[in-house]
């Protein structure tokens, strides 16, 4: 199965895996395992670690993603922020036991400026300005 | 990886949420004098000035000089690379999650 379901400020995408919820979080949290399907790291599955992934730079990028790990629920669920290119957002990882495996949801959401964090309170917040993108998008086509 | 675009400049420009305000307000209200959009703003003419001189760096509204006034319009198209940007990880996590699914039928159980 395959949903992706892009939006201006969601990304949700589902599979549904022939595999137990165990194994399939072994490859989520082990980082010589997420380097087979994801990239290189140096992640450890506890709340608070900074960690970073690292692809191969290209000239309009340095291929360095900057994270912390946000939850860590065994076989359920597993959350850290994903930096780069000056953008911030939110990667979740959940499993969910469905007949014959599991149902993995992967969501990246609220793609914001890593500046947003010296505008906490301001009026005019960028997730009020993402959510009407979708709009001013709209009157384009 | 492929997140080639590099919208940056565009970050940059949208990062501030006087501007980000500003050019919600072009979109939403069409072509406005600075005076005009100085009125509702909260900061002085200056720097709003200087505010929408940055969105026009960025491609992000339009001026037009009439008199003494300058007009300004949003170019809502300049946030393509933002959305661009933003969709190009669809294509990179449907290609991870494919070998995530090539892992696991490799995986021990």
């Not at chain 1, 919820?21 to 395992?33: E, I, M, N, P, Y």
């Not at chain 2, 949420?17 to 979109?27: G, I, K, N, V, Y």
Request: glycine content about 6%.
């Amino acid at each position: 199965m395959n949903t992706p379901e892009a939006s201006t400020r969601t990304l949700v995408i589902e599979r549904k895996l022939s595999h137990p919820a165990s194994k399939v979080w072994r490859a989520l949290t082990q980082g010589a395992l997420m380097e087979e399907w994801l990239m290189k790291n140096d992640f450890q599955p506890v709340a608070g670690h900074r960690f970073s992934f690292r692809a191969e730079p290209n000239p309009h990028w340095n291929g360095i993603i900057e994270c912390q790990v946000l939850a860590v629920e065994p076989n359920q669920r597993l959350s850290y922020s994903w930096g780069s290119l000056g953008l911030e957002s939110t990667v979740t990882f959940t499993l969910t036991p469905v007949e014959g495996g599991v149902l993995l949801r992967m969501e990246q959401s609220g793609f914001r400026p890593d500046q947003e964090q010296a505008y906490q309170g301001a009026k005019y917040g960028w997730k009020r300005f993402i959510d009407g993108l979708e709009r001013v998008v709209g009157k384009l086509t | 990886m492929d997140l080639q675009a590099n919208p940056d400049e565009l970050f940059k420009a949208l990062s501030d949420p006087t501007r980000r305000a500003l050019f919600e307000r072009l979109s939403r209200e069409g072509e406005l004098t600075v005076h005009r959009l100085t009125e509702r703003s909260g900061v002085s003419q200056p720097a709003v000035s200087k505010h929408l001189g940055q969105l026009r760096e960025a491609g992000l509204v339009r001026d037009r000089r009439a008199g003494r006034e300058t007009h300004y319009s949003a170019r809502p198209q300049a946030l393509a690379p933002l959305l661009d940007w933003m969709k190009s990880y669809a294509t990179f996590w449907n290609d991870r999650l494919d070998r995530l699914e090539n892992l696991l039928d490799r995986m021990d159980q």
